[in-house]
């Protein structure tokens, strides 16, 4: 299905594989946010031009519904509403810009975001990690490695406590793979930030950072 992005932003013509690219995920967002930010400041718009009519019926002498505030919400009480919308839109906008999904392009040779796992007691924990073939052959089945991990201070959580599940996946054309990242914290794994690496076997460029946070364990 062909698409288009018309002037104004809108995202109704956008194809149906944006929705397993991250970063056409947030430009949509952005742009139903955009639409939902006019269509309410045309209400507003729409309320205050009212209201200042009912005043300016009141300042002349007339008696109207508008003027004696009966037909029409209280202006402040509106404005008040209105600028927790803004709020809320602004807040989300900000979380979807800032949002760092972990993928792996296997056909350019690219990585973004990061591997992130966190946990303060000893099991599993666990991430996603994205794999996108975004190129017209199929590249076969791909298997993921992680190096060892390690801390500032050399404490080291070794690679056998990392797996994949599943722990390869087949990448034909235009596809995208969700993986997920385990990793066994052990008892004696002392709390600490471990950094490491995930490889994609087969494609030597490809690399993304992982990072386990094991925090303080509580008494």
């Known amino acids: 299905m062909a698409g288009r992005t018309d002037?104004?932003?809108?995202?109704?013509?956008?194809?149906?594989?944006?929705?397993?690219?991250?970063?056409?995920?947030?430009?949509?967002?952005?742009?139903?946010?955009a639409r939902g930010l006019r269509a309410a400041t045309d209400v507003v718009d729409r309320f205050v031009r009212i209201t200042g009519r009912g005043f300016a019926m009141k300042n002349s002498g007339e008696e109207s519904?508008?003027?004696?505030?009966?037909?029409y919400p209280e202006l402040g009480r509106m404005m008040a509403s209105?600028?927790?919308?803004?709020?809320?839109?602004?807040?989300?906008?900000?979380g979807a810009a800032t949002s760092s999904e972990a993928t792996l392009d296997l056909?350019?040779?690219?990585?973004?975001?990061?591997?992130y796992l966190e946990t303060?007691?000893?099991?599993?924990?666990?991430?996603?990690?994205?794999?996108?073939?975004?190129?017209?052959?199929?590249?076969?089945?791909v298997r993921l490695r992680c190096s060892d991990l390690l801390a500032h201070d050399g404490a080291l959580i070794p690679a056998s406590c990392?797996?994949?599940?599943?722990?390869?996946?087949?990448?034909?054309?235009?596809?995208s793979r969700g993986i997920t990242v385990e990793a066994s914290v052990l008892q004696e794994h002392s709390p600490g930030?471990?950094?490491?690496?995930?490889?994609?076997?087969?494609h030597a460029d490809v690399w993304l950072p992982v990072v386990l946070n094991i925090?303080?364990?509580?008494s």
């Open 107 to 115: 056909v350019n040779s690219a990585a973004t975001g990061e591997a």
């Open 120 to 141: 303060a007691e000893p099991g599993i924990t666990a991430a996603e990690v994205w794999l996108h073939n975004r190129g017209a052959d199929d590249l076969g089945t």
């Open 82 to 94: 209105w600028q927790q919308l803004m709020g809320q839109l602004g807040q989300t906008v900000v």
């Open 65 to 71: 519904d508008s003027a004696n505030g009966s037909a």
């Open 193 to 202: 930030r471990y950094r490491g690496t995930v490889l994609a076997d087969g």
């Open 7 to 33: 002037d104004d932003g809108s995202i109704s013509d956008l194809p149906w594989a944006s929705v397993f690219d991250p970063a056409a995920n947030v430009r949509a967002l952005s742009a139903i946010q």
């Open 162 to 175: 990392i797996r994949f599940e599943p722990d390869a996946v087949p990448m034909p054309a235009r596809c």
């Open 215 to 218: 925090k303080p364990r509580s």
